[in-house]
């Protein structure tokens, strides 16, 4: 629908004048070159629609006028056009500004970060601030106060408000006071026509009831929107819901179907609704990219080249989304004109079928049996293409799909079937686990190993030990050392070598003892010695000679590991103490210093952002001590491989699926946190740390006080004091008072990438235990 455009209305975001296109959830004016932008975010941030090419409905497009008139633009740059929170730095772009990094880098902050919008005072609790301000806007839309409500939804508040006094929804004040342009904002931002109030009526009742019939009916088109826009992209008509809320197209040579495109409408038929409703929201976004990608190119200056940057080849990720969903709605784009029309009329087929309650045609039945409208008004679509081969590419398309959704459906659960995205984020905590698990039995193979080797090597030095006991007092008359003047270096006769002595002692075997002779030192190769922690002291050399006996001045000994000497205590053998007075101890330190140290390899405290939102694969040490960079992680180890004593399941803890929400929820948001630490976004740590914080305090609402498993205990112990710490440290990049040192922000960020971490770590444990506990 065509309308003219003011000559004073300018860019919201770059001031270049004379605007061709909208944001309809910001309620601005925006150019091709910052549209371009929009349109890189996703309809998650920016619906972005032409205002002259593009359908419009009469109070939709009034609306946004009124939007764009009042100011609204104001709302989104308001901490810029206040001169006492001017930020340094910060300005906004000109029209004559590159769109990349400049202008893109403002909008993204603009609207994506909200990094202007007026933020309210910190509270504790969120969920109350946000329920205030859902009153406020309960209150606010029955006057015609446009921007006051749109204020109120971009500090938080949800057009979704049940009032538990009043028993009603925002949309329902504003179809009893007949306030349309309030109603089309609500819908825009989410809100239900078809939601019913406390006594099960509808706004469109209320309407009605009010004497507002244009309203009543604008909500009913408002409720079939997602049906009516599939139908308009391939017929170009809606219906007019007095003789039908349905239009079915044909494709024009959709009469001899294969049956293997039978089948596969058949598996699409047997998805779930969630499933079903998903699939269909995603169609639709594609309907809207493909729609502005043809007004785009329509209204573009065909001498200058549209570049890749400008161009949105497929549907941008949307992180609220799982990974799998995200390619899915991308993968549309590889859709033809044949295949993504057929796709369409299966979605407009099935959802009649679903809003009216008929049951499964049969398979053997023709594609068009169950799909009849009473007005009998259907349109041919033409094809642009004629080979079996597409057809058949895209009914193997829906069948992988409904077979996807067919094996999620046959889980046997008791709070009925879930949804593929939480299937496969299960199915990969669980792998993560058991990868884990296998990890660690093998390490304990390995410890299992080094042990039995060391207690062999035990075994041999005590039969050494007492060899040379006996030595000494055989040669008792003679001396007190071992190996004599002529012994040839007795010291390097007894190195142990792979386990086993070398040579001869003293040159001549037990019989060269000798008085001014070099005490024997054991040593042990690092083949046999595992690694040792980190943060012992340095490696200490001990002697087997008894006390008394006077080193020589040309003692010469192997350095020898601090943690092998520590088990051989109990063999009454006196280690060198450290720093002691005679120069063997001193040389042997030294020694120890520069030869016998481990380094121990600490472990990865980030984890890979590629597979997973908080699946985080450990460096594992080898010592014997097992010891770790942090109680925490021990604890967390421990419990992700044992989880609690096996036996009857906790029936306290909650359902597998709300614990993945919520843990979806969580990651979410330290995914925005950590995009706001990439781009080095300090000042929104804290409204990100605030949202982490609120998702984990409702995630930890699910278990119980007192959980009964210790695993549970401890993870959720983990989890609120990671929460608690990220946002002791993201407040501190808030600007600091004049005077005060300056924040090393390289230091801060690390800090704040640890705390997520640990609290997207403990997150993952309590997916992991409540599915293995549910599925005991």
Known sequence: ????????EVCADCSAPDPGWTSINRGVLICDECCSVHRSLGRHISIVKHLRHSGWPPALLQMVQTLASNGANSIWEHSLLDPAQVQSGRRKPN??????????????????????????????????TTKDLSKQLHSSVRTGSL???????????????FHPEKGT??????????????????????????????????????????????????????QYELTDRLAFYLCGRRPDHKN???????????????????????????LNNRLFEELAMDVYDEVDRRENDAVWLTTQNHSTLVTERSAVPFLPVNPEYSATRNQGRQKLARFNAREFATLIIDILSDAK?????????????????????????????ASDEDTDSELTTQNNNNTQRSNRAKSMDSSDLSDGPITLQEYLEVKKALASSEAKVQQLMKVNNNLSEELRRLQKEITRMQTENSALRGGQQAGGAAGHGVGGPGGGGGGGGGHWQGGGMRGGIGGGGLGGFGPGADPPALSVPSSVVPHSHPHRRDRQAFSMYEPGAAPGPTAHCPPALDSLAARLQPLNTPSVRKGGPTSYGSQHLSGSTEMGRYMVPKPEKHGSGTDSDYDNTQTYDLSLSMGRSSEEEGRGESE???????????PTLPCTEDVILKTEQVTKNIQELLRAAQEFKHDSFVPCSEKIHSAVTEMASLFPKRPALDAVHCSLRLLA????????????????????????????????????????????????????????
Do not use: W
């Open 1 to 8: 629908m065509s309308r003219k455009l003011q000559r004073t």
């Open 95 to 128: 029209p004559q500004d590159k769109v990349h990094p400049t202008k893109s880098e403002f909008i993204r902050a603009k609207y994506q970060m909200l990094a202007f919008v007026h933020k309210l005072p910190c509270r504790d609790d969120d969920g109350v």
């Open 147 to 161: 921007e006051t409500c749109l204020r109120l939804l971009s500090l938080g508040a949800q057009a979704n408000f």
């Open 169 to 222: 929804t925002p949309l329902h004040v504003a179809a009893k006071a007949g306030q349309i342009l309030q109603a089309e904002l609500l819908v825009v931002y989410g809100a239900d026509p078809g939601a019913p109030d406390i006594n099960g009526r509808t706004p469109m009742d209320y309407a009605r009831q009010a004497g507002h019939i244009e309203l009543a009916e604008r909500l009913v088109e408002c």
């Open 244 to 270: 039908g809320h349905y239009i079915i197209p044909q494709m024009a040579d959709s009469l001899d179907l294969s049956e293997l495109a039978k089948a596969a409408k058949k598996k699409l038929q047997a």
């Open 353 to 381: 079928r679903r809003q009216q309650g008929k049951g499964l045609s049969s398979p053997t039945d023709p594609l068009d049996l169950g799909i009849d409208d009473d007005q009998h008004d259907y349109d041919s679509v």
């Open 640 to 650: 992700e491989g044992g989880g609690g004593e096996a036996g009857e399941p906790d």
């Open 721 to 776: 004091s990671s929460a608690s710490r990220l946002q002791v440290e993201c407040r501190k990049a808030a600007p600091s008072e004049p005077g005060a040192p300056a924040v090393d922000y390289q230091l801060l960020t690390q800090q704040v990438i640890q705390c997520a971490y640990d609290i997207a770590k403990a997150a993952k444990q309590l997916v992991t235990i409540t599915t293995r506990e549910k599925k005991q």
